[in-house]
């Protein structure tokens, strides 16, 4: 048996050999038109008697060579088998991931089933073909990923598998993916080379609605919200609406309006795009904005009812006085063209960008508007539809207090607990200041004192709105003595001036009344001198 293994070897090595020399005399000198039929009908052949199928994945494709995004996907999925299963790995730095991402080396190969058909993944590298002699250095060959199997599971891999692959490697990636606080750049610097409508920094906000102080049962509908909006892609196409939701945060400033999106973006694990209305010049950079806004984001504009006049009605400067300054000062004249000219955003503009056609460019996107004022915004502009939940941030409650004692002093309860929540009862604090006097600000400083700090700052708030109270009454009282004064005054004039023709009526006829009597005076005077002169003749 031995020597028999031992003759078949060499035959086994010479065949191989001719075999080899058989194909590089082939590509060597056969014509090339020829080759080609001749290569597609041996692998042709060779389908019939071989039972697997492979699926190459690309990792460029594209005319300008970009990274493909479903082999970027595919690697995401691959990264927990290749991370158990291959014996050579690769450590890769993902762009926007939080760690380092473990894939396949060159020529590694992992397996997978899928609904009890057994796969294998392969990685693969082509290598570059190059001249002899460069300048440049050498370039990196052509990675791609290969996707074997049986081809009696053709139908089920094509359409089930892949898809399974490409949604659990988008959860993969989603997963480890650090998310991003966006701010939009002026429309001035987008036309620079490698220019981007938005910049980005690695968003690390800790806040979660474990931490947030708000009443449980209100926080518990919130939550609920963003987790039926997050898995509602089927239901909105259903209805025929854009998957979107608007959020109306509004309160007093301290009131956790800011804390809120941070925690909803840790919730819903999207980037947090910060749209800063004044750098927007006009409705059509507005509308560019939306449509470079990726899925799985939340688009935020802060202070609202600050950001622009959104009535419509712009208030005109004096423009030509101002165009003659400027004609008559040189410095501002070298100066105007850098000066910005002021956002011409409408409430048109900005209702089109919320809820118009434009709006549905893209999906799973929430808006989130804030404001210290409600009643500020145009009633257009917060309706249902375009704001669907409007959420009350107000000041600090007892639930809202326990929460905050949880986090910053680790306390479920205290024997000063009852004198604090009278007190939150009685007067209004944010659950900025009263986290403000529960943070220890010393080693030494203990709860003890943190809560006794507190019910000081309670008490004095309470004197504070007392005081405040009983000056806005007497302000009240002054004002609406004042205003009944004016009143009286007001009457009494009117009064008088009832009573002026009357009494200027009253003085013509007394004034007439002494004319006549002293007419008929100067007659009786007149006669009785008549009747002595005759008298005297």
């Not at 294998?120 to 073909?129: E, G, L, T, V």
């Not at 659990?168 to 002026?186: C, D, E, F, T």
């Not at 979107?244 to 007093?252: A, C, D, I, V």
Request: glycine share 6%; net charge neutral; hydrophobic share 35%.
């Amino acid at each position: 048996m031995m020597m028999m293994m031992g003759e078949m070897w060499p035959q086994l090595g010479s065949v191989i050999a001719s075999a080899m020399f058989a194909y590089a005399m082939f590509q060597q000198y056969f014509p090339y038109q020829l080759r080609g039929p001749i290569e597609k009908y041996t692998q042709k052949l060779f389908g019939y008697v071989y039972p697997y199928i492979h699926i190459s994945f690309d990792e460029y494709s594209g005319e300008w060579r970009t990274r493909s995004e479903l082999f970027t996907t595919i690697q995401s999925y691959l990264s927990t088998k290749s991370s158990t299963e291959a014996k050579r790995l690769k450590a890769q730095d993902v762009k926007d991931s939080k760690s380092l991402v473990l894939t396949m080396d060159d020529n590694e190969e992992v397996t997978d089933e899928f609904q009890g058909i057994k796969l294998w993944w392969a990685s693969r590298k082509n290598a570059p073909i190059q001249s002899s002699f460069s300048f440049y250095p050498r370039s990196d060959g052509k990675r791609h990923y290969k996707l074997t199997f049986h081809r009696r599971h053709r139908d089920i891999i094509t359409g089930s598998y892949l898809d399974h692959v490409r949604k659990q490697g988008k959860a993969i990636a989603v997963s480890n993916r650090q998310r991003k606080l966006y701010i939009n750049n002026p429309a001035e610097n987008w036309s620079y080379y490698k220019a981007t409508k938005w910049s980005a920094v690695v968003f690390e906000h800790p806040a979660t609605f474990e931490t947030i102080a708000m009443e449980p049962k209100k926080k518990e509908e919130i939550v609920n919200d963003l987790i039926k909006f997050s898995k509602g892609k089927d239901y909105y196409a259903k209805i025929g609406k854009a998957w979107k939701r608007g959020y109306l945060l509004y309160g007093p400033p301290g009131t956790g309006k800011s804390t809120m999106i941070a925690a909803m973006s840790n919730l819903m694990n999207y980037d947090v795009y910060d749209l800063e209305l004044t750098t927007v010049k006009n409705n059509t950079e507005l509308r560019k904005l939306l449509i470079e806004t990726p899925n799985r984001a939340i688009i935020v504009i802060e202070d609202i009812d600050c950001s622009l006049d959104l009535t419509g009605q712009r208030k005109k400067k004096k423009e030509k006085d101002d165009e003659d300054k400027e004609e008559k000062d040189p410095i501002k004249k070298m100066r105007g063209g850098e000066e910005r000219k002021p956002s011409e955003v409408t409430l048109s503009g900005l209702l089109n960008f919320i809820d118009g056609i434009w709006s549905a460019c893209g999906g799973e996107r929430i808006i989130v508007f804030t404001t210290n004022y409600v009643d500020k915004l145009d009633p257009a502009l917060i309706r249902r539809g375009r704001m669907d939940k409007h959420i009350e941030l107000s000041y600090c409650c007892y639930e809202a207090f326990k929460v905050l004692a949880r986090n910053y002093l680790d306390l479920e309860s205290h024997e000063l607990f009852g004198t604090i929540e009278r007190l939150l009862g009685e007067t209004n604090m944010t659950p900025a200041d009263v986290a403000e006097n529960l943070m220890p600000k010393s080693d030494i400083e203990g709860a003890d004192s943190c809560l006794k700090a507190l019910i000081e700052a309670l008490e004095t708030a309470k004197e504070e709105a007392r005081v405040k109270a009983e000056e806005e009454v007497k302000l009240k009282a002054e004002e609406e003595a004042k205003l009944k004064a004016e009143k009286e005054a007001k009457l009494k004039e009117e009064e008088e001036a009832k009573l002026k023709p009357e009494k200027e009526e009253k003085e013509k006829v007394e004034s007439a009344k002494e004319e006549v009597k002293c007419k008929l005076c100067n007659g009786t005077s007149a006669k009785q001198d008549g009747k002595e002169n005759g008298d005297n003749h």
